[in-house]
């Protein structure tokens, strides 16, 4: 066990004990593909590694699986209130449907739900994800109003999770509903604009917060550390994100930063990033 989360730890840890499986967050897997850390260490005993927490997009995936071919990458999506399950990809033809979380858990329903209506969507359509069935909680202690929040009356769970569901059945997720950008009338997901940040050459981790604005609401904003030897602009990356993404998605504020503020499981702090925003304002 690690005291608290160190990349270089881990990978020492994973050589000296010839560690073979190894679960980890989306921050993790981007700090083993987007730098040369892990060319020091002897990673040969690895075959599977399983990445949830937070999205991925396809390309992270792509990248991590060219960087170590010998290795399996799963991706699983779960909730403390599914009792850890929800979908995974369970075997190595799913796992290879990247950016995918996989195909629903066994003896489990599931619905993406439109967010203004509450009507079942079709395949393919982004909507909140619920899910009912024996995995999911009976409710929160001693918390009835939260359980009412959480739970319809017919038991399904409402996971707080912009989700879509292809044709084929497998499950993507976009990101949590309360981190949504809300720019004018439409709704913008942080971790889609951090994926095409990240596919970037010069950019060795990023992200995405909202920034308040007094005519449309909310701008993205993004927080970039550059790769050693970059000279991205603040120019750079807000015409790097407008030539690939849709005019309300587009970045309207940069900062550079040394690192990517996150907790001890990797996952970003949001809220540390805007408390900073908002203070230099």
């Not at 899910?131 to 739970?151: D, Q, R």
């Not at 981190?179 to 981790?205: F, M, T």
């Not at 504020?253 to 908002?278: C, Q, Y």
Request: with cysteine; aromatic share 8%; hydrophobic share 40%.
């Amino acid at each position: 066990m690690l005291s608290k989360f160190d990349v270089v730890e881990m990978l020492a840890a994973v050589e000296k004990y010839r560690v073979t499986y190894l679960p980890i967050v989306p921050p993790i897997l981007l700090a083993l593909t987007k730098t040369d850390i892990a060319r020091k260490y002897d990673l040969s005993s690895l075959h599977t590694v399983i990445c949830g927490g937070a999205p991925i997009s396809k390309e992270s995936a792509q990248e991590f699986v060219s960087r170590f071919p010998s290795v399996s990458l799963l991706q699983g999506y779960g909730l403390t209130e599914s009792t850890g399950l929800g979908a995974s990809t369970d075997n190595e033809e799913e796992s290879r449907h990247y950016g995918s979380v996989g195909m629903l858990a066994p003896n489990t329903e599931a619905k993406i739900v439109d967010l203004d209506s509450g009507t079942p969507l079709p395949p393919n359509k982004n909507g909140e994800l619920w899910l009912c069935g024996p995995i999911v909680m009976k409710g929160y202690f001693n918390n009835p109003e939260a359980t009412t929040s959480a739970l319809d009356k017919d038991g399904w769970l409402r996971t707080g999770d912009l989700c879509y569901i292809d044709d084929k059945g497998y499950f993507f997720v976009v990101d949590r509903l309360k981190e949504l950008i809300k720019y004018k009338a439409y709704q913008v997901a942080p971790a889609e604009l951090e994926a095409l940040l990240l596919s970037h050459p010069e950019i060795a981790d990023a992200a995405v917060i909202p920034f308040q604005d007094k005519e449309v609401g909310q701008v993205p904003m993004a927080y970039i550390v550059r790769k050693p030897g970059s000279t991205l602009s603040e120019t750079n990356v807000t015409d790097f994100v407008a030539q690939q993404a849709a005019p309300y998605k587009k970045v309207r504020r940069v900062a550079f930063v040394r690192e990517i503020p996150k907790t001890t499981s990797g996952k970003i702090l949001r809220k540390d990033l805007i408390k900073l925003a908002t203070s230099k304002l």
